[in-house]
């Protein structure tokens, strides 16, 4: 069952500091601080406790690691993110891809939020006045991100 709650922490916070959202990587350190994705922030909210992002460089390299435990095993931040927001790995890839927009991320959040999967027709009305649907026969809607699996 999809995590409303945290989707909607995660988004309320970048509307309030959106100089820390970069969906184009999971985590990048800026001149200003830091920056996250989407999945980024649900990591950055409930990591795991004696894990941090691997730093490599100025960028990140998309990975946690054991503070504890150097030679552990390195886990995924879209895997921890997708369990936490308690999406499908469909889910998670279409709502974790670096080129959606935050309006577009709201979409799929209401989407979620209203029980409807990505593969369901779907229309959104957006604040522009413009409309997007996913039609039962159609298996991609690149106007608004829309897919099925």
Known sequence: MPNIALLDEILDYIEIHPEE??????????DCGTAFCIAG?????????????NWTGRLLSGVLVDLHDPKAA????????????????YEADVMFD????????????????????????IEIIYSGGNSCTLHEDSEYNPDCKLYRP
């Open 21 to 30: 959202w970069d969906q184009s990587i999971f985590f990048n350190k800026t």
């Open 41 to 53: 922030h649900a990591v950055r909210l409930r990591m795991p406790p004696g894990w941090d992002f």
């Open 74 to 89: 390195c886990v995924s931040v879209s895997s921890i993110a997708q369990r936490e927001l308690g999406l499908s790995s």
């Open 98 to 121: 670096g080129g959606n927009t935050l309006a577009e991320i709201r979409t799929m959040r209401d989407a979620l939020a209203n029980d409807l999967s990505f593969a369901t027709e």
